[in-house]
């Protein structure tokens, strides 16, 4: 077992996310009502269900895990081991009838991600990653394999995946148009399906910023468990009080050139 991890945890990650999975497919292209919070991100009945049963299975399973999640807050985050739980990442997607949201969650242990799942539900494909263990990638056909990031030449062969280029602020903007010159092309539109893309060798970098924890702290797990790096902009681990930038690579040389492009003048 990957450094000495319960094997609970990790069947508990799979029941969260085939519940919230259920709850939000049940929803998926039906007509529902959209509120706006107070960060202008759309949020619906979706979101709350969905982690509404996460939280309900987690307080059952380890009454004594933390949970931190998008929808109903922190509790317990003082706790060795907190769950952080983004119930449908990509609402704008869900709303949009786009299969590419998903639900990730993550558990801390002393503040460090050690297992990481992102799931698909319309897409039937789900990714784990443990500290010390390969990402695992659980394909539509039943089949379960490793997940293995590639090897790209260079900086300027690379092609790089956004979910939005209006996702920055006015610094960030400046920053990432340095990476986005430096690339070969990037694309948009991928939310929380990019890290695993890059995680899987398909494409070579995820870069975003202006997330939460619970947008990117599972992608620290999965990406570096097929061999690709993730930090934050300045070359940092991923942790809980990181400043909401993430860079992902499959390739360690493509991570370095691509930090040295986001810190250019």
């Not at 990650?13 to 919230?20: S, T, V």
């Not at 297992?115 to 990714?127: I, K, T």
């Not at 939310?191 to 695993?196: H, I, R, S």
């Not at 930090?231 to 930038?245: A, C, H, K, V």
């Amino acid at each position: 077992m990957p450094d000495n991890l319960d094997p609970e945890f990790a069947s508990l990650a799979h029941r969260l996310a085939d519940a919230a999975g259920a709850a939000a497919m049940r929803l998926f292209r039906t007509q529902l009502d959209i509120e706006t919070k107070d960060d202008a991100s759309p949020v619906t009945r979706a979101d709350r269900e969905a982690e509404t049963v996460m939280r309900d299975l987690i307080n059952a399973t380890f009454p004594d895990h933390g949970i931190l999640g998008e929808e109903h807050g922190a509790e317990r985050t003082d706790a060795e081991f907190v769950w952080v739980l983004d119930p449908i990442d990509g609402t704008r997607a869900f709303i949009n009838g786009i299969p590419l949201f998903a639900t990730l969650i993550a558990l801390l242990r002393d503040g460090e991600p050690v297992l990481g799942l992102n799931a698909y539900p319309a897409l039937e494909e789900r990714w784990m990653g443990q500290l010390g263990a390969r990402t695992l990638h659980w394909g539509r056909d039943g089949t379960v394999r490793e997940s293995r990031v590639r090897a790209c030449p260079t900086l300027k062969a690379a092609r790089m995946c956004t979910t939005s280029p209006d996702m920055f602020d006015a610094a960030d903007a400046v920053r990432y148009a340095h990476l986005r010159a430096a690339v070969l092309e990037p694309r948009f539109g991928t939310d929380a399906w990019a890290y695993a893309m890059v995680a899987s060798g398909q494409t070579d970098i995820a870069a975003e910023s202006g997330m939460q924890p619970y947008d990117y702290l599972s992608h620290a797990v999965i990406v570096t468990g097929a061999g690709g790096t993730i930090t934050d902009w300045e070359g940092q681990p991923l942790r809980i009080g990181s400043p909401g930038s993430v860079l992902a690579c499959g390739d360690a040389h493509i991570h370095a050139a691509a930090l040295d492009a986001l810190q250019a003048n």
